[in-house]
């Protein structure tokens, strides 16, 4: 089995990952960074309009190609790959990728973000269920479509703005009664007069043969009711991508990475940047100042 040794392995290309490279080689350490999508998540937003220096904002891809090429420029290592685990013996970790090869360093940091959540319900192995509006919402563009928006936070709002430009019409199905949404997606979603709101509504199912055509809507106050959809968009939250992990550390019950002020883990040498470690801000902007404060 092939194997290199390094000073600092970076376990993924999110804007956590991309900054922690970049400080890694300007701090002198002999940097890897391993991940398999370059700029992580930010390929999700379409405009990312909440970080400092962009005044018009920024579109998320284009974003996440300027940091992937900014780290590789400081020059930082990377191997575009998916890292199959990551262990600890005696003073090192070990990563082992897809096709077997091994990486040794003593420190590490674990930047793999998160994974959206699925719902529990019946009919989940149709087609038709997806996560990413700007990859998958233009399939329905000039359809007439229906599309049904799940979820009550940001990203829930900007899949629903996302698709309103695409589809006839969207359903934005919310379980609670209130939005936990920022006041601009608020209104923005208020302005749209393509989408509608569904609150305190549950979907309890996806109806179809291969692929879903319609939903089952579950409430207190109606009778059970099943609707015609073109798609699905889940926004019903994430949890913490640490699959990868055979190492024993400290998590939250939510099974995020435990830090302290470091940013080190209960593991020594091991640490956690951005979104998947223990944190209540899910941010471009605060996974970039982990990612920095980690390789620090
Ligand atoms: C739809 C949507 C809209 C959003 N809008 C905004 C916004 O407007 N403003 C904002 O500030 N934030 C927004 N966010 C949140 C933001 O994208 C995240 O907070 C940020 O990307 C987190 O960065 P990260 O580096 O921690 O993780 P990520 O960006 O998720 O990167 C993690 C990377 O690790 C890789 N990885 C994981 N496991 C492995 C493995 N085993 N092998 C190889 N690679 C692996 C992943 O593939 C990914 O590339 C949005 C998120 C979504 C989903």
Redesign the pocket.
Known sequence: MAEEQYGLMI???????MTAALYGQRLGLNTIV????PG???Y??E?????LGFMEGIS?TQFGTMTFQQAQNEGAFFTL???EHLSHKDTLFIGVDVDGKEYRTPSAIV????VPKRLAVFNTNLRGVHF?SICDGPLCRGKNATLDVVGSD??AA??ALTLARIADKVLLICRSDTLIMDAVHKNQIEQQNNITLIMSTEVTGYNGQEVVDGIELTSKEKDQQNIAVDGIFL?IGSRP?IS?LNIEVQKTPDGYLKTNETLMTSVFGLFA????RDTDM????T?CSD?AGAAK
């Open positions: 376990l993924g290309t999110g804007p956590a990952g391993i991940g398999d999508i992580g998540s930010t999700m937003i405009y990312l309009a909440n970080f998320g790959t998916r890292l930047a793999t973000g998160r990413y940001n990203a900007q899949h926004a991508n990868t940047a951005g979104d998947v899910w941010h471009v902007l996974a990612g």
